[in-house]
């Protein structure tokens, strides 16, 4: 994978996104979402997965792929007072970001420009405009690599996965857990997996420094 297209998929991503937000809004479906639930059952999962690390302080996060700030609305609603950064491709959602949250960092970026002490990815990497299952994979890798530079801790992301080969159906990526989680042990050596009976076709990987 090398910058250039890195940067083609990214802008055919934003063409794809801009079109569902024209038909079904700032919504879970105009983000390819199922639901407002499913969407918050991930952020449980998520949710679960950061509080594991006991911090004393109060932790810094950036989201990847943040959207609408549906994440930080959901932090919100738990009244969870976390140091949060959203980050974007796609400069419509990064401005409707920036007017209902004007307190917190929004940028157009595919990974963060600050240092946090985490980095989220939720469903990020799921949407594909590829049908390169190997091409798909190289970007996967290089976009965690790029957001493993601003974090201070690591990097919780998800995918969706299959128990045969890693395949693409509908524009949709489903990962082999144990290729997958091989391909990053190789890149980062620090990886672990977890697996949620709240989100059942989700398998979740943990990145530390």
Known sequence: M??????????????TYNRNLNLNGFTPL??????KKSQYDRFDTL???IMKFKFKHRLSISDIGCGYGSLLAYFREKKIDFYYSGYDINKSLI?????????????VSYFPTEFTDLTIASGTYNYTVTNNVKIWEEYILFNLKKCMTKSKIGL????????????????IYYTNIEFMFDKLQKEFLRVTKFYSTKNLNDIYFIILK
Do not use: D, H, M
């Not at 090398?2 to 063409?15: A, D, G, H, M, Q």
């Not at 920036?98 to 960092?105: E, G, S």
């Not at 919780?156 to 524009?171: D, E, G, P």
């Open 2 to 15: 090398n910058n250039l297209l890195n940067f083609f998929f990214n802008s055919e991503i934003v063409k």
């Open 30 to 35: 105009g983000l390819f979402w199922s639901s």
């Open 47 to 49: 949710l679960f997965l």
């Open 95 to 107: 401005k409707y970001c920036i007017k209902n949250y004007p307190t917190n960092l929004f940028k």
């Open 156 to 171: 919780i992301f998800n995918l969706q996965f299959t128990r045969k080969k890693s395949f693409i159906k509908n524009n």
